[in-house]
């Protein structure tokens, strides 16, 4: 797949997305959310995809927001479409994906680019990284799902403070909120990453799977996330995966999980 905003990478069973637009911090343009959409959905298909690890080109930045160039001259309607539109396509599509989507915080994760990383399944940061919600300086809120998944990572009371200042904080700031679950060195930081998504997909493809959809639940208060646990956990015993799981660790061996 060749895009003109992203790079695809593929490293055995990990796929690289990386945002490429280093100029302009790796902004989030429209053409760039379209290649978003669609890098995700293919890899999502692609059996050869087991995870995903996203990161931005360079390492000033991960992404430092939603373009700002292209919000002028648009009206209450436009703005409408640009948040349902982004949300829809890009940032629910990854966070119900049913793959591992880690994001490796290379530089500035602001704005869109932090609500990018916050719909991912799992966040690492470089220790140089910064991450916030600027949209307020701007006279806007965060409209790529900010203002709800904020919230969710770090509680209520430090997500007022941070989106109503808009301030930015640290990456080791972040750890200590639970915005991101490692701070590294920049030259650890994909290793790391690597070393978290290989340990996942050396687990039951489908388990995992059931895990992000019954975890996602539990914050979606249209879901009851307990039944939606049970359903999970009932279809895990159909499937000749949990079956090779129960057998390997009675045989005292490593499973093959097949994904089935
Ligand atoms: N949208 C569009 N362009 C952006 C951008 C954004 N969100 N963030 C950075 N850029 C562009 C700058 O306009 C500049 O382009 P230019 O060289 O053509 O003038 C280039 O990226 C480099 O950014 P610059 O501001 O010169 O770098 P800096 O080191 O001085 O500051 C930031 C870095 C991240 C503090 C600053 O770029 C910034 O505040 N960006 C906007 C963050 C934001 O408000 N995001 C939320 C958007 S809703």
Do not use: W
């Not at 055995?12 to 302009?24: A, H, P, T």
């Not at 599509?93 to 704005?111: H, M, S, T």
Request: hydrophobic share 40%; glycine share 12%; aromatic share 6%.
């Amino acid at each position: 797949m060749q895009f003109e905003n992203l790079l695809i990478k593929n490293k055995g069973r990990i796929q690289y997305i990386i945002i490429n637009r280093e100029s302009k911090l790796n902004a989030l343009n429209k053409a760039t959310l379209a290649e978003l959409h669609t890098a995700f959905s293919e890899a999502f298909k692609n059996p050869e995809v087991g995870g995903i690890i996203i990161t931005g080109a360079g390492q000033k930045a991960f992404v430092a927001g939603a373009d700002i160039s292209e919000f002028v001259g648009v009206d209450a309607k436009g703005g409408r479409d640009i948040a349902t539109t982004g949300q829809t396509n890009v940032f629910d599509v990854i966070e119900n994906g049913c793959k591992p989507v880690i994001a490796a915080i290379n530089g500035f994760a602001l704005g869109g680019g932090l609500e990018l990383a916050m719909a991912c399944h799992i966040r690492i940061a470089a220790d140089s990284a910064k991450m916030g919600l600027p949209e307020v300086t701007l006279g806007l809120v965060p409209g790529y799902g900010g203002t709800q998944r904020l919230p969710r990572l770090i509680g209520k009371g430090r997500a007022m403070e941070l989106i109503m200042t808009g301030e930015m904080i640290a990456a080791g700031k972040a750890e200590q909120y639970g915005l991101v679950n490692h701070t590294l060195s920049q030259d650890e930081l994909l290793p790391k990453a690597e070393e978290i998504l290989l340990k996942i997909l050396s687990r039951g493809p489908l388990a995992v799977a059931s895990a992000i959809r019954a975890i996602n639940a539990s914050c979606n208060p249209g879901e009851n996330g307990f039944e939606v646990e049970i359903n999970e956990f009932s279809k895990c015993f159909a499937t000749n995966d949990m079956r090779e799981g129960i057998s390997a660790f009675l045989e005292k061996r490593n499973p093959q999980f097949k994904g089935e």
